[in-house]
């Protein structure tokens, strides 16, 4: 398994602005995964981050709102960008471990104001 | 495209009752599975997962699914729930990604209700 924690856990911000979520793994992983979960919504998939190569994006997402970093093999940052109140989400990273076996962080809680 | 399709929104159950959570998905191969849940204010905890052999699978916290071909499903069962497993339950169907890892697909989720 993976321990993984986010910074920060939770945060209330003002439209327009940007927030930078961190994600941090306690062992080296090829892949980490950013999701979004809306209210009372299930999981979407937002970018896959590779370590050394730019981030894939899914469908409906793009990098100019939701920059990827990935400098290292333990750790990724999401920034949601220019903020509006349909960006309230929880955010939350996973990585791949053991057999194809997801692991999550406990999310990122944002509101937007 | 994979989908997954959890058909219950919200269900009730009397603790000490048996469980059954659907899960129905879609997808040209075989597919890998995954069962998870998520507490109040919590991640995302792995319950169980199926790659392939024996299509019952056993796991956490006395969690088992039933991996089913030809109707494809792999619901989830507990034999005699606990008020603790009040959360809601997501299916997720991953298919492998070149290079390593999966991409999960994740269904709408279950939310479960235990009654004392």
């Known amino acids: 398994s993976a321990v993984i924690s986010q910074k920060p856990s939770r945060d209330i911000c003002q439209r327009g602005t940007s927030l930078t979520i961190q994600c941090q793994v306690d062992?080296?992983?090829?892949?980490m995964f950013w999701y979004r979960q809306q209210p009372g919504q299930s999981l979407t998939l937002i970018a896959t981050a590779n370590q050394g190569s730019e981030a894939t994006y899914e469908s409906g997402f793009v990098i100019d709102k939701f920059p990827i970093s990935r400098p290292n093999l333990t750790f990724s940052t999401l920034t949601v960008s220019n903020m509006s109140p349909e960006d309230s989400s929880i955010y939350l990273c996973?990585?791949?471990?053991?057999?194809?076996?997801?692991?999550f962080g406990p999310g990122t809680r944002l509101t937007v104001t | 495209a994979q989908s997954v399709t959890q058909p219950d929104i919200h269900i009730t159950v009397s603790e000490g009752a048996s469980l059954e959570l659907r899960c129905n998905y879609s997808y040209g191969a075989t597919p890998y599975l995954f069962w998870y849940v998520q507490s109040p204010g919590q991640g995302l905890q792995l319950l169980l997962k199926y790659f392939s052999g024996d299509t019952l699978v056993q796991g956490i916290k006395g969690f088992e699914a039933e991996f089913k071909r030809s109707q494809s499903s792999f619901n989830l069962r507990k034999p005699s729930v606990h008020w603790s497993d009040a959360a809601e339950y997501f299916c997720?169907?991953?298919?492998?990604?070149?290079?390593?890892?999966?991409?999960?697909?994740f269904g709408t989720g279950t939310q479960l209700k235990v009654e004392l």
């Open positions: 997720a169907v991953g298919f492998i990604l070149t290079g390593g890892g999966n991409k999960l697909t």
């Open positions: 996973s990585v791949v471990a053991g057999a194809y076996e997801q692991y």
């Open positions: 062992s080296q992983v090829t892949m």
